[in-house]
């Protein structure tokens, strides 16, 4: 488990590093921001893809899975052990 906490460490930096990178680069960005009316639309299952992708690659969403999981897994443990007493 405590590799698992380095790795979420590792990619909160990491993240926290790429977020301040893109705010550097937009603040130093002098060109105008202009709007396209016509933007071509994406396909379904690229949608999908990439929403996918964002909640997979969102450790917020990891952490939560794994400890729902791992209270599950304890009780479950918990009325088995109960059940056989």
Known sequence: MRASGLAFDA??????????????????????????????LRSPVRAIGSAMLANVLNPKLTRVLLRVSAAVRATTRSERAGATA
């Open 11 to 40: 990619l909160r930096i990491a993240g926290v590093a790429y977020l301040l990178f893109m705010a550097v680069v937009t603040w130093r960005d002098k060109s105008r921001l202009t709007v396209q009316d016509e933007q071509p």
